[in-house]
C-alpha cells in the first residue's frame, strides 16, 4: 500500500475512533451502520470488481453469518469470543459449497443461480422456525457486557472492520487479486495461460462469502436481533446499488457508496416518504453520467 494512502486511511481510523468523544448517541448509531455496510459492500465488489461474477444473492451470507452468530449467542449462550469465529466458519464452509456450483456457470447464469441460492437460504430461515423464529427473526441477541454501550460497540465494530478491511485490500492486491482481473477481462485467455479459472473464482467465492458473513453477525449484534429480511433478494440489491454508486473499479469505492446512500437515506427519509424515488434518479444518474461510481468521478476530478 502507498504510504500516502496507509496514512490517509490511518487518520481516517484516528478520527472515527475519537468519535465517542462527541457524545452522540445518533452519531455512533450511524456510523456503526455505516461500517458494516461499508465491510458487506466491500465484501460484495472482490467478486463483481475483480472477478466480474456478478452476484444477485449475497446478501444469503450476510443472514448465514448474522443467524450463526446470534443463535449461538442466544440459543446456545456461547460466549460471544467463540461465537463469532464458530459463525464464520460456518459461513465460508456454506460460502464454498455453494461457490463450487455456482462458479460452474458464467455471465447471466451466475447471477441467477446466486439469485435462486440466495432465495432459498431466504425460505430456510423463514420457514425452520423452531431454529431461526421464522417471519419473528430472534430477537434480544446476547452481547456481552464490554460491548453494551453504543460507545463500546462502535469502538468493537471500527477495530473488527479495520482488520477485514486491511485483509481485504492484502487479497485484492495479492497475486490472488491480480489472477482474478485477469479472468475478469478474459477468462479463456487466462485459462491458456494455466489458470484454473474455476479455482481462483471458488476461492474469491468463498472469501466475499465470509466477509459478508461477518458483516452479517456484527450487523445481528448492533441491532441485538435479526430478521429474514436480511436474507431477502433486495437485501442484496441494496448493497449492489452501494457498489455501482461508489464505484466497482476502486477498492475505497464501495464504502464510499455505502456512506452516500445510508446518510442520502437518512436524511431524505426525514422530509419526504420518496426515498425509493430519489434512488431510483441518483441510480440512473450515476450509469449515465459517471459508470465509475463517485470514487471514479473523484479521481478523475484530481487528475485534472
Known sequence: ?????????AGI??????????????????????????LFATSLNILIGYAGLVSFGHAAFFAIGGYGCAILLRTYEI???????????????????????CVRLTSYYFSMLTLAFGQLVWAVV???RSMTGGDDGILRVISPSWIDTPASFFIFTLLMVTLAMLALWIVAHSPLGRTLMAIRENQVRAGFLGVHTRRV????FTIA?????????????FNRSIFPDSAWWLQSAEVLIMVVLGGMNSFFGPMVGALTLIVLSR??????AYWPGLLAIILLATLFFFPNGIAGLLKAKGKR
Open 79 to 101: 460466549p460471544l469470543l467463540l461465537a463469532m469465529p464458530a459463525a464464520l466458519v460456518m459461513t465460508a464452509v456454506l460460502s464454498a459449497l455453494i461457490g463450487s456450483l
Open 201 to 204: 473464482q471458488l476461492v474469491a
Open 209 to 221: 462469502g465470509t466477509f459478508a458473513g461477518l458483516a452479517g453477525a456484527l450487523f445481528a449484534l
Open 126 to 128: 423463514f420457514k425452520w
Open 267 to 272: 436524511f431524505t427519509l426525514e422530509v419526504t
Open 1 to 9: 500500500m502507498p504510504r500516502s494512502r496507509l496514512l490517509l486511511g
Open 13 to 38: 481510523v484516528g478520527l472515527l475512533a475519537l468519535l465517542p468523544l462527541s457524545g452522540s448517541t445518533y452519531l455512533m448509531y450511524l456510523s456503526t451502520q455505516v461500517l458494516i455496510f461499508a
